[in-house]
């Protein structure tokens, strides 16, 4: 989550300058909140008019989206949350003391939500690495990929943490995740790949201490 508040009197007698520091701090409120450069035409043009003491009328606005995960492999989230939410206006008023001023506020705000289902618990986060962090705490240490069938129990040896099945055009047909590193007989059996770039991703996001051990 982002949010920048702002409220400030301009004296009428202050020099443009000080309009234009103001419009410059709404634009790079902005910014920040939007994580990007690219500023839309309306903001730009209530920019320019606070630097040129211009009144604004109230501009609110709201949006909220969500989506499903659509790509391919591991699902690091089932479900994200987009929202957004602006207000901005300028006028002529009063200050604290009473004398006349051009008012200038703003609000800015941002907020992305993940959640996942991971075995028989739903997480949720803020941040997209976040999720991904708990993904790797929760998942299992060791990953194996299915070759010859979809994961499930009978399908998979016992004893697993996680698992599921990959869209259809993935390159694995799902993965399974275990806490103790399975046999060669065992993955011969059921079809089961493991995946080495998983345990040294884990160890790399959740910051373990010390190599990856391979399960030895």
């Known amino acids: 989550m982002i ?12 020099p443009r300058s000080a309009y234009a520091r103001v419009a410059n701090h709404f634009l790079k409120d902005y910014e920040e909140v939007n994580e990007t450069t690219t500023i839309p035409a309306d903001i730009q043009a209530a920019a320019e008019k606070i ?11 709201g949006h ?8 391919y492999g591991r699902r690091d989230y089932d479900e994200s949350t987009y929202e957004i939410e602006y207000h901005y206006s300028a006028y002529f008023d009063t200050d604290e003391n009473g004398e006349p001023a051009y008012l200038v506020e703003w609000y800015f705000f941002t907020n992305s939500r993940y959640k996942k289902r991971i075995a028989d618990k739903i997480v949720y986060a803020n941040d997209y690495l976040d999720i991904i962090k708990k993904n790797y705490e929760l998942r299992g240490k060791y990953r194996y990929f299915c070759r010859h069938r979809p994961p499930s129990p009978g399908a998979i040896p016992d004893g697993y943490v996680f ?12 993965e399974v995740t275990y806490n103790e590193r399975l046999s060669d ?5 059921y079809g089961l ?3 080495e770039e998983y345990e040294r991703a884990r160890v790399a996001y959740l910051g373990i201490q010390g190599a ?5």
């Open 3 to 14: 949010e920048k508040y702002y409220k400030k009197y301009i004296s009428l007698t202050a």
């Open 51 to 61: 630097k040129n003491g211009v009144e604004i009328e109230l501009d609110d606005f």
């Open 64 to 71: 909220k989206s969500v989506f499903s995960f659509n790509g």
């Open 163 to 174: 698992y599921e099945t990959y869209r259809q055009g993935s390159e694995e047909i799902g």
């Open 185 to 189: 007989e065992e993955c011969q059996k």
């Open 193 to 195: 790949k493991f995946d």
């Open 212 to 216: 990856a051990d391979n399960g030895k």
